[in-house]
C-alpha cells in the first residue's frame, strides 16, 4: 500500500507540473501579446529569468491582487509579473498546509517514502516536519508536518494517508463518549430520587473541581449512583486515583437538593474505594 500511494503521489506531482507549465506558457504567450498592443506591435525580449523592455519607454502594466499598476521602463529592465503569474509559478499554495499532531514514527516514515521520489517531484512539492513535542494527555511523541506548493487534492490525501485512521478512531471515540453521556443522561432523568440520610453510593464519577472554602481550596467530584441520582461532595484521600469516568463505591449522609429531587449533597464519606 506504501508504495502504490508514494507511485500515485509521484505521478501526480507530475501531472500537476505539467498542467502548471501549460499554464505558465499560457499566461506568459497571451500577457505578451497585451504588452505588444500597448507598444506599437513590440513584444518584450525573453530570457530565461523572465521578460524585460526591449527598448526605452515601454509601457507596463500589471496587477497585484485587485489593484492595477502601470509605468514605462528603460531598455532591458525587468518586467514584474503580475498575481496570476506569481499563482502559477509557486504552486497550488504560497503558505504551508499544516498536518497536526502526527506521531513521530509515521512522519519518519513519510519522509523517507517521499525521499525516494524522484527530484522534480521534491523540487516542486516540498514537505518537512517541525520540533517534534511530547503530549502529556496520550504520552506520545507527535510532530506537526508541513506541506508546500502543493494541490489541495493531493494534500488531503497526504493528510488522509498520514491520519487517516487515528482520524477515524478519534471520532469513534467521540461518537462513543457521547453515546455513553446521552445513555447516563437519559439514566439520570429516567431514574431514582436522590435519597437521604446515611447511603451507600455506588456509580461513576462525572467531574472533579476545586471549590474554595473557608479551610482552604477542597476537591470536590460529582457521581452519578447507579440508580439514576447524583451526589456532589469532597472527594475522599482514599480516591486519590480515582479519574473522571471511574467506578467507585462509598457510603455518606446525602441531603437531597430542594431544588432537583435527583440531586443530593454528600458528606461524611466512608469505606471508599475505586471498583472499576
Not at 439520570?188 to 440520610?197: I, L, R
Amino acid at each position: 500500500m506504501s508504495k502504490q500511494f508514494f507511485n500515485w503521489l509521484e505521478l501526480r506531482i507530475s501531472e500537476y507540473e505539467k498542467a502548471r507549465q501549460r499554464g505558465l506558457k499560457a499566461y506568459k504567450t497571451r500577457w505578451k501579446k497585451v504588452l505588444a498592443e500597448a507598444n506599437d506591435g513590440v513584444e518584450p525580449n525573453e530570457s530565461v529569468k523572465g521578460l524585460h523592455a526591449p527598448f526605452d519607454g515601454y509601457v507596463h502594466s500589471w496587477m497585484k491582487g485587485d489593484r492595477e499598476y502601470e509605468a514605462t521602463y528603460l531598455r532591458g529592465q525587468f518586467l514584474p509579473w503580475s498575481s496570476e503569474h506569481e499563482s502559477l509559478s509557486e504552486g497550488g499554495f504560497t503558505d504551508d498546509t499544516r498536518i497536526r499532531d502526527v506521531p513521530v514514527e509515521r512522519a519518519e516514515k513519510f519522509l523517507a517514502g517521499f525521499a525516494e521520489l524522484s527530484d522534480e517531484a521534491r523540487a516542486t512539492v516540498a514537505v518537512y516536519t517541525g520540533r517534534p513535542y511530547h503530549c502529556d494527555k496520550t504520552g506520545d511523541h507527535l510532530v506537526y508536518v508541513y506541506v508546500s506548493k502543493c494541490p489541495a487534492d493531493l494534500c488531503s490525501a497526504i493528510d488522509d494517508y498520514l491520519m487517516g485512521d487515528l482520524y477515524k478512531l478519534q471520532r469513534l471515540a467521540e461518537e462513543k463518549s457521547q453515546a455513553e453521556r446521552d445513555a447516563r443522561d437519559a439514566a439520570h432523568q429516567n431514574g431514582e430520587d436522590a435519597p437521604e440520610g446515611r447511603v451507600e453510593i455506588t456509580g461513576t464519577v462525572l467531574c472533579f473541581k476545586w471549590q474554595g472554602s473557608d479551610y482552604g481550596d477542597v476537591l470536590k467530584m460529582l457521581v452519578q449512583d447507579d440508580r439514576g441520582f447524583r451526589v456532589w461532595g469532597s472527594v475522599p484521600k482514599s480516591l486519590d486515583d480515582a479519574e473522571r469516568d471511574s467506578r467507585i463505591t462509598f457510603t455518606a449522609s446525602v441531603t437531597q437538593s430542594d431544588s432537583d429531587a435527583k440531586f443530593g449533597f454528600f458528606k461524611r464519606p466512608t469505606k471508599a474505594s475505586v471498583v472499576g
